[in-house]
């Protein structure tokens, strides 16, 4: 453990996070994105220079806020009773580089993972994709867990792109958000779009939307439904 401490002033969003944090794993498994202990949420702790996440190796079942692991940027342990995930660098190396994210996910959801065992970008064919994502869900390079090549990957390839989610290549998903609910939701719609872009390929070709149209969905969506929906949603 490290010697910093957590500051007076920092405590109240610290657990507030810790909660939060706790919570939105239990939407991974309800939306059956997640496997054994796999897939991780982290937030950043707003105003400081800290991020809360899962511990590594814990039963899904297990995790309480108390159980959440707290970190600085750079993924060294500032407090908690358990080692932070594994994916904790990859996190903290999206967190620095990034300064508008304030959630990152990590899944293997099944047919989101099929797509990145493909390499291949899910094609934006479905409104529900001009919406959120605003164009085609991206492919990251290849890269082995430990070291900066992960967070590198996921930086490089959403840099200027609409999408908050991205297919590492033979690995899985990581979406990010302006908050851990946000990047939560992006992993739950990348994995709806990637199972239907999936039923419609067995059906025959698929096509693209039209750019226009792309736009069009993602502008109304980010601008005008977008702000409705945010004051009618309950947070999480
Ligand atoms: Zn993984």
Redesign the pocket.
């Given at each position: 453990m490290s010697s910093r401490t957590i500051s007076t002033a920092d405590r109240p969003a610290v657990e507030e996070l810790r909660a939060k944090v706790c919570a939105l794993h239990a939407e991974l498994l309800r939306w059956g994105l997640v496997t054994w202990t796999?897939?991780n949420v982290s937030g950043r702790v707003p105003g400081t220079d800290l991020l809360v996440i899962k511990p590594s190796g814990l039963s899904y079942e297990e995790l309480t806020p108390e159980s959440m692991v707290v970190t600085d940027l750079e993924g060294k342990l500032i407090e908690g009773d358990y080692a932070p995930s594994s994916?904790t660098g990859s996190h903290a190396y999206v967190y620095r580089h990034r300064p508008d994210v304030g959630g990152v996910v990590?899944?293997?959801s099944p047919y989101a993972t099929a797509w990145a065992a493909r390499g291949e970008a899910i094609p934006c064919a479905i409104t529900a994709m001009g919406d959120e994502f605003g164009d085609d869900i991206p492919v990251g390079p290849f890269a082995l867990?430990g070291g900066d090549d992960?967070g590198r990957g996921i930086v490089a390839t959403l840099e200027g792109h609409r999408s908050p989610a991205v297919l590492?290549r033979s690995?899985?998903v990581f979406t990010i958000g302006k908050d851990p609910r946000a990047a939560v939701k992006a992993a739950v719609m990348c994995e709806d779009v990637a199972r239907t872009v999936h039923f419609a390929r067995q059906l025959g070709q698929v096509e693209r939307l039209a750019q226009e149209h792309i736009d069009a969905l993602y502008d109304r969506y980010q601008n005008v439904y977008g702000q409705r929906s945010a004051a009618v949603e309950g947070e999480i």
């Open positions: 796999s897939g994916d990590h899944t293997h867990i992960i590492m690995h899985g």
